[in-house]
Structure formats: C-alpha cells, structure tokens
C-alpha cells in the first residue's frame, strides 16, 4: 500500500468555454505514451468526479518525487476565454471537489493538500488558485 503524503489539486489548463471531457484527457495522455489519464481524479464542469487511476497506483502528474506519495486531482478549465489562468471552476466542482478531498483526508490523514504550484521547483499557475486558503 502507498503512504499517501500529498494531495495535489490540478487544472487541465483548458478554456472555461470549450469542453475538455474525461476522455479528452485520457486521450491526450495516452498520446504522451502513458497508460492514461495520469491523475486519480478528474472532476469536469458538471461537478461529475472520474476515476483516473486507482489510489492504489502512481499517478502521473506531479513529478516522479511527488507522484509515489500523492493523489493527484485535476479540475477541467483553469483558462479564461482569453486563455489567461484564472479560477473558472463551476459551483458544481467546488462542491464535488470540496467532497473529494475532504473524503480523502478521512482515509490518509496528515496529507497535506496543496496546488500544483506550490510544489518546490514548479513555475507555473497550476490551478489557478490558491489550494491552501480554500481547504
């Protein structure tokens, strides 16, 4: 069983206007060579959560010294139509994914939860808002 330290919360870095559904993501990740969507969550614009990988595999999503100790979550948009970053999560998914990670602290407590971005090294908006003010 993975020691589950982490909890990363990521944007698939899509338009808030143009669809970018689970299996778009699994697509473009298996394009990549992988063996699909590197995240174990995916929660889309209606709020639905999908099932990437199982908890009990590595994720694909945050470098491989992140990736053996975390679930990696990811939220469909984080572009504006303009293509700048900006928070564009619906009600729906912060609602779902309030859900999520809170189920998720239950089952690994003392995972810290953090945004992709605050990772050492990362320079990038990645996901567009502020994971550890809102958790």
């Not at 919360?9 to 206007?17: G, V």
């Not at 970018?20 to 995916?42: I, M, T």
């Not at 100790?69 to 994914?97: F, K, V, W």
Request: charged share 25%; aromatic share 8%; net charge positive.
């Amino acid at each position: 069983m993975r020691e589950i330290k982490m909890i990363v919360i990521h944007c698939s870095a899509s338009r808030c206007d143009r669809d970018f559904p689970f299996e778009a993501l699994d697509r473009y990740h298996r394009s990549l060579g992988w063996k699909g969507c590197g995240y174990h969550y995916y929660v889309t614009r209606d709020g639905r959560i999908h099932v990437g990988r199982r908890e009990s595999e590595v994720g694909a999503h945050a470098g491989p010294k992140y990736n053996r100790h975390s679930i990696g979550i990811c939220y469909e948009g984080g572009l504006n139509p303009q293509n700048q970053p900006a928070d564009t999560r619906t009600e729906a998914q912060i609602r779902a994914m309030h859900s999520l990670v809170a189920d998720l602290r239950r089952r690994y407590p003392g995972a810290e939860v953090l945004g992709h971005r605050d990772l050492p090294g990362v320079h990038k908006a990645c996901p567009c808002y502020d994971v550890r003010a809102s958790t």
